[in-house]
């Protein structure tokens, strides 16, 4: 899919969210966009210690995956503001 845009996001309340749910969609997505294998893992770490750090008490925590060209853009946001986001080039 390298090429096409693509946008998804989710909301989830930061207290008692999944790990695992979060791991997996995570990982399809950035497989779906194109990201390679050895990336994969990598940002989905770097997601999850961003998410982590936000753990402080029951918020709404708003996720981004946005594809435009080659550049793959996550941007993670908690009540109207940015936590956290990252920029790669998607071969």
Do not use: Y
């Not at 999944?18 to 497989?31: D, I, K, P, Q």
């Not at 709404?60 to 946001?77: A, E, M, N, P, Y």
């Amino acid at each position: 899919m390298p090429g096409a845009d693509f946008f998804f996001a989710f909301e989830f309340t930061s207290q008692g969210e999944s790990a695992t749910f979060l791991e997996e969609l995570t990982t399809n997505v950035l497989g779906h966009v194109g990201c390679s294998r050895d990336e994969v893992p990598e940002l989905a770490g770097a997601l999850e210690h961003a998410l982590a750090a936000d753990a402080g008490g029951a918020r709404r925590c708003d996720v981004q995956f946005s594809v435009h060209g080659r550049t793959l853009k996550i941007l993670v946001s908690s009540t109207g503001g940015r936590i956290w986001q990252i920029s790669r080039s998607i071969p």
